[in-house]
């Protein structure tokens, strides 16, 4: 396959894997009779132009930063959480219990309590899957996708049927007490309208925290040991089972936080959906963050980012339409992770011969 | 046999192939002639290139230069396609059989007879009755792969060359895995087809299989072929050091051993395998400190599974193993982490499916199954220069090369991978290290200091147990040597009185005879 | 025959609905049988039925639309092809992959070249496939049980029903009967036999998931062109990984996948019946707990509970000459 040095691995690789996602749907945009370099511009300025729309990105960053996480402290086990959009959603139900059973809390002792809910519920649930997978060998990709299955139809069931308050006719539940709720970065410049919130300070000591755990910890050594070679980690004497179960509850964990910046910090009850994909685009981060907390973070940046500017693009640029970043997400995991020895040969070669 | 040189051309000429991956040079210049009607042996250790060569002349790999000539014309065999349609059918060492599919389907894959399998199936059926018949080849055609036996796998794949109307059949180190009895049915298979005037080609790295059967001799050292023999005209010891590349060396003198205390020790163990098995049965040993135990066998008679049993890599079935004179199995805490916490050191059979993490630093290498060890750690942390700097420490003791904690482990030769598991291990001061294949795929000068390591536990009173396919050296290194065969012990063996012909006579499975 | 008008819309819409459900999991079938996960069942059925629909809403002509979905299904089948098989990526990022490029990029064309808030114009009847009425549906009419069941039953389908229905033997036979599904089967199990018996194992492999994709594409038209009367934004809503569920549950065999996939559209059929229904003491019946049982059940056979579900050896690999 051709070795190429470890900056073009993790720098040069992920940036030329986005520039061609976005070559080919600028091309398609161009074909389909749309103008490009508008759209680009639209989305830059949509997303980062102002202050509220740099909320609105950091907002949703946020939330792929988390899922993310997740995504990328399972791959470091070896295994591949599809899970992480039923994870999320089932935190919001923990959330969201604590919220409003626990109101009469001051908001000190709420907060972290609902925080600690939602991990709660987010770990239990990828922990099933890892169970499954660790003491009775079912396949965790194919498992978590059910779960992401099971979660919504349990969650429309106790939506529609349990949580929605008497008399409302909306799927939602009664709204927070306002003592749970995480505050917004008003001090940090943003508009009281943006929704970006405490969260994003969470999701950056999470990564902080995934990263010592899994590079500076044995524990963590010994999850990437098992990533590598299930073998070599059974010859190390590394009780894989109780591991796949722990970094699953872990990873559930984390998407977990997703629940926390949507239901505490902007949406301050639970809704149908409101975990609208980020478990999917946590996939895309992962890749594009090569599995590690720092790259993580810059995706997800990059993705809020998308996100934040492609709905403006729908407004500014009519022929295009939002869902066009769901296709840059797409294009951008095809690229990194599916066709990620397309350009590693040729990218070895030219830089072997520059190189000397 | 008898005919007259250069009458007929030869079945195969090979001329000058070159082989490469990467920095390997697996074959180097390589000239090979095979009449027609013999069989054709191919010898040399593991990694000479013997398995390279036959993967080119069956167009599973295609050569960088050099060319191929079959019944003296020039071929181009570019895959798997051009050597069937030559007539060149190959039994490759791990089985190409579907386990799911009966035996008719697995011979007709490829030569199927249309489109539709309904009328190719008769034929074959016939067919298949027809070459059993002729060759002594008896296997049910409706049976699954994954119900027979290894030795009936082997006929279904002897079977399957013939149908496709194998001229030349290659065998890549046939007899491995299976028993001797087993293996005097292949032999009388391949006399059979012989006798009809087919050829054989014979790899393997056992020189008694080669006086046994071949007509002539081929020897293959570091990607050369270096000599070629009447089988007749020459000896095993010629053949040894012709592969070897310089003569056997008689085992250098060593202190007599000092025996201590009995420090592992299995009683009545068995052991099964992932696929519920039984590979190792009702197994007794007993190992002292300072001395060197070694365990001889055919590859595939549970010494693999006994390791990794006494490692706690695998939970016997039945038995009891005691370290140090505590009894860890029975015990909860039967695992690789808590044995290495009793000082157990562990050199696996397979490095680099389980020795080294290939794609992580020399550094991380060198603490893998020692993880857990503070002497690594600051504020709690794993710090990366401590364990870089024991890295580099274990790398200059052990000389290592290249000395470089940072590059990766994949990147180091055979012999210097060995080398470093072998520092990572033996620094732990173990009581007990258990060691398998400790040369595999090791050069020479790498398999000297690897020894003198060994003997160097011994003589700092360690107990070593040592598994190794290599007779020689198992009897340059052990002190007592045990026979496996079957999963049984078949009879142990004081060094001195061990030679080629006893130990032989175990591994193939046949009891001493007890004199009253 | 009260009891019969009860069943036998029931037992029809099982049948419509089980359709795209066995032509998704013969898709995967074909596939994995060859070796390659395919997790984008979801992704090229939503492909072939915005490809089928804005076919059929520009030319009128369905045939013109079912061909252009079995395209469409196909572009994005080979892409699948050449990630997994040529470059030897990742299967199941690949799937995943496919998934959110279909989505995004239907939507976006369909915005693009339709306008209409992402849908394609609603497909007039010549532009769809319609039930037909096989013959002497209405003369048996009168005949108690065999003549209702025959006419709302057997009759009274679309053709892609009876094509998914007729693809069950005709699948079997393929990959048990003939020389193509022996090597195909054989390279979803021991790739390096097909190899060395002097075949290609990526051209093998690029057959295998090229049908899965055709079969995604009629899937498709079918949802968009015969369930559906054109594209709405993301209108397989899952039912390619129930088709994936359904696979498994039929342990990878034509037979029972028909089986599972029935059971399945028994099930959807069922709780659309019961939906808004209220059950005394328990109140408005689950309909979820429905919905959700294919996902269940998957789970519970992974796990070992009942049965064991044993994929074909070498799928998830790709195929490298081991040196």
Known sequence: MGDVPRWAELALLPVLNLLLALALTALLVLATGGDPVAALTALAVGSLGSADALGYTLYYATNMAFTGLAVAVAFQGGLFNIGAEGQAYLAGLGVTLAALHLGFLPAALLVPLAIAGGAAFGAAWAAIPGWLQARRGSHIVITTIMFNFLAAALMVHLIVNLLTAPGSMAPESPPFPEAASLPGLAQLGFPSSAPVNLALGLAVLAALGVWLLVWRTPWGYALRVMGQSPAVASYAGIDQGRMIILVMALSGALAGGVAVNELLGAQHKLLLGFTSGYGFTGIAVALMGRNHPAGVLLAALLFGALTQGGAELAFEVPDVPSEIVVLIQGLVILFTGALGNMLRPALARVLGRAGG | ?516 | MEALDLILPILAATLRTATPLLLGALAGLFSERAGIIDVGLEGKMLAGAFAAAAAAAVTGNVLLGLLAGIGGACLLGLVHAYACITLRGSQVVSGMAINIVASGLTATLALAWFGLGGQTPSLPPAARFLPVTLPGAAALADVPVLGPVYAALVSGQTVLVYLALALVPLGAWVLYRTRFGLRLRACGEHPAAVDTAGLSVARLRYGGVLIAAVLCGIAGTYIATAQGAGFVRDMVTGRGYIALAAMILGGWRPWPILFTCLLFGLLDAVAIRLQGVVLPGIGAFPVQALQALPYLLTVVLLAGFMGRAIPPRASGQPYVKER
């Open chain 2, 1 to 516: 046999m008898g005919k007259a040189e250069g009458m007929a051309p030869p079945a195969i000429a090979l001329r000058g192939i070159e082989k490469r991956f990467g920095a390997v040079h697996a074959n180097r210049a390589v000239d090979l002639t095979v009449r027609r009607g013999t069989i054709h042996g191919i010898i040399g250790e593991n990694g000479a290139g013997k398995s390279t060569l036959m993967a080119i002349l069956h167009g599973f790999y295609q050569a960088d230069a050099g060319s191929i000539l079959v019944n003296g014309r020039e071929v181009a065999i570019r895959d798997s396609r051009d050597a069937i349609r030559l007539g060149i059918e190959m039994v490759h060492q791990h089985f190409m059989l579907v386990e799911r599919f009966t035996v008719l389907e697995n011979v007709m894959l490829g030569a199927e007879g249309g489109p539709l399998l309904a009328r190719g199936a008769a034929k074959a059926r016939a067919e298949l009755a027809r070459l059993g018949e002729a060759f002594g080849l008896r296997v049910d055609p409706d049976a699954r792969i994954e119900n027979l036996p290894v030795g009936a796998q082997q006929r279904v794949e002897i079977l399957k060359a013939l149908y496709r109307g194998a001229e030349l059949l290659i065998l890549d180190e046939p007899t491995g895995v299976l028993t001797p009895q087993e293996a005097d049915d292949l032999f009388r298979v391949l006399r059979a087809l012989r006798a009809q005037g087919r050829t054989v080609l014979l790899i393997t790295h056992k020189l008694r299989e080669i006086m046994a059967i071949t007509d002539r001799v081929s020897v293959m050292r570091a990607g050369r072929m270096v000599a070629h023999r009447e089988t007749a005209a020459t000896s095993v010891a010629e053949l040894g050091e012709l592969m070897i590349g310089r003569r056997l060396a008689a085992p250098a003198p060593r202190p007599a051993p000092k025996p201590g205390p009995v420090l592992l020790e299995a009683r009545n163990l068995s052991v099964r395998d992932a696929a519920g098995v039984e590979r190792v049965k009702g197994v007794d040993l007993a190992l002292r400190g300072g001395e060197i135990l070694g365990i001889a066998g055919v590859a595939g008679n549970g010494q693999g599974e006994l390791l990794e049993a006494l490692a706690g890599m695998r939970r016997p079935s039945a038995g009891e193993i005691r370290l140090g004179g505590q009894t860890v199995f029975p015990g909860r805490d039967f695992n690789p982490a808590a044995l290495r916490r009793q000082r157990l050191g562990h050199v696996p059979e397979d490095r680099l499916r389980s020795g080294l993490l290939r794609n992580a630093s020399a550094a991380e290498t060198a603490i893998l199954g020692y993880q857990d060890d503070p002497s690594w750690r600051r504020f709690g942390l794993l710090a990366p220069a401590a364990v870089a700097a024991h890295a580099a420490r274990l790398m200059r003791d052990y000389d290592v090369r290249p000395a470089d904690p940072a590059l990766r482990s994949a990147l180091f030769s055979g012999g210097n991978q060995q080398k470093l598991i072998l520092a990572r291990e033996i620094d732990r001061d173990p009581q007990v290290l258990l060691v398998g294949q400790p040369t595999r795929g090791v050069d020479i000068g790498g398999i000297d200091a690897i020894h003198q390591r060994l003997l160097a536990c011994r003589a700092a009173g360690k107990a070593v147990l040592l598994v190794s396919v290599e007779l020689d050296e198992i009897m340059a290194l052990a002190d007592r040597i045990l026979v496996m065969f079957d999963g049984r012990i078949m009879g142990e063996l004081a060094a001195a009185e061990a030679d080629e012909q006893r130990l032989g006579l175990l591994m193939a499975g046949v009891a001493p005879e007890r004199a009253a």
